[in-house]
């Protein structure tokens, strides 16, 4: 199976795509955590990502499509959950085009919604591990400091209040379509994302079966 995971920042949906990916043996593709490898790294575009990730906007088309071709082209007969892409029509497209090169295509798009005010509240409690990238929640996991592979927590640029802003400006304007476009094509999934996080997987499971 190809799964689309998304919802407005903060809704749970790299946690649930972890689960996803453990439960059913799948690939779990995280966009967000390339592109912050590669500002990471040598690459020439290192500073150009960076300032448009820390700024909230979106990378460009182009770009995301080449790192999503090269994950594709790799994996394409395995079952992969899509997270932090597609974000916007054109890159849904561009996913359904990759996929159907191989007689793929995507198989559901599960949103989970939370509200607005949700959103801010858990992305100021949110500390992204600067080593692997995982995401802890200060109010649900405890005080730390450091993750469990011993990276440090930091409150990423990108979580910051201005930058949320623009992100959650960016889901209602642009991914937001994604949805309504996969509703119109049958396979769109509309999970609440306001219940307990095994509670949600469950949901999940279910109304993928
Ligand atoms: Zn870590």
Known sequence: MKIII????????????????????????????ILRSI???????????????NSGDLV??????????????KNYTKGIVF??????VAQYEQLQEMLKKFNKRIDALISIDIPEAESIARMSDRRTCVKCGRIYSLSVDGNLTN???????????????????????????????????????????EIDGMHPIAEVHEKICTSLA
């Open 39 to 53: 500002v990471h790294s040598d690459n020439p575009y290192a500073s150009k990502i960076k300032d448009t990730l």
């Open 83 to 88: 997270e932090g892409y597609p974000r916007s």
């Open 147 to 189: 993750c469990e592979c011993g990276g440090e927590l930091i409150l990423r640029e990108d979580d910051k209040p201005e930058a949320i802003k623009k992100r959650l400006q960016i889901y209602h304007q642009q991914t937001r379509h994604v949805f309504e476009k996969a509703k119109a094509e049958g396979i769109a999934i």
């Open 6 to 33: 998304q919802g407005p920042q903060a809704c749970g949906k790299g946690t649930q795509a972890r689960l996803l990916a453990q439960k059913y043996g799948w690939m779990h593709f995280e966009m967000g955590k």
């Open 60 to 73: 460009p088309d182009e770009l995301v499509r080449l790192i999503a071709w090269d994950f594709v082209k």
